[in-house]
């Protein structure tokens, strides 16, 4: 598979490497870490949002997340922190669309409060996420560049 480069906004910049896990719907954050944050799974997280077909069952333990949206409650925000200080939640999270303010917040105050970073890239374009699948290999740059491939 050739390479392919797509540009993004880096809102909480970083580098990282490793395999995508894509979602082509929005990322009810709430529902997809609703078993790690009620304790019932502490040391991983499985996505447990069955309207995900493309995540629904998956390990998405510290993972390159490739979605178009965050979705769901206001919660959002707290949850992505909450699994941030747990260790289990996304190493990224590059989104096709705009980050909504919920996911943003609870990532930032991720960042800063307990010192969790999450890699945040938006605006990589729905041509970014037609052409990742999951599995495929994920380069992340610090100036939003994101290579597939």
């Given amino acids: 598979m050739a390479k392919k480069q797509f540009k993004g906004r880096p809102l909480l910049a970083g580098e990282v490497e490793g395999p995508a896990t894509v979602s082509r719907i929005g990322f009810n954050t709430y529902t997809s870490y609703k078993k790690t944050m009620s304790g019932e799974m502490t040391d ?39 699994v941030a200080k747990m260790g289990v939640g996304p190493k990224a999270m590059l989104f096709s669309r705009h980050v909504d303010s919920l996911a943003i917040g609870g990532l930032v105050m991720a960042d800063v409060w307990i010192d969790k970073h999450v890699i945040v890239i938006d605006l990589l374009g729905q041509e970014f996420l037609d052409a990742v699948n999951t599995g495929d290999p994920i380069k992340v740059h610090e100036d939003g560049t994101v290579e597939v491939g």
């Fill in 44 to 82: 991983k997280a499985i996505c447990d949002d069955g309207d995900n077909t493309d995540l629904y069952g998956k390990d998405i333990t510290n993972a390159i997340l490739c979605l178009p949206q965050t979705i769901g409650s206001t919660t959002g925000g707290f949850v992505l922190m909450g």
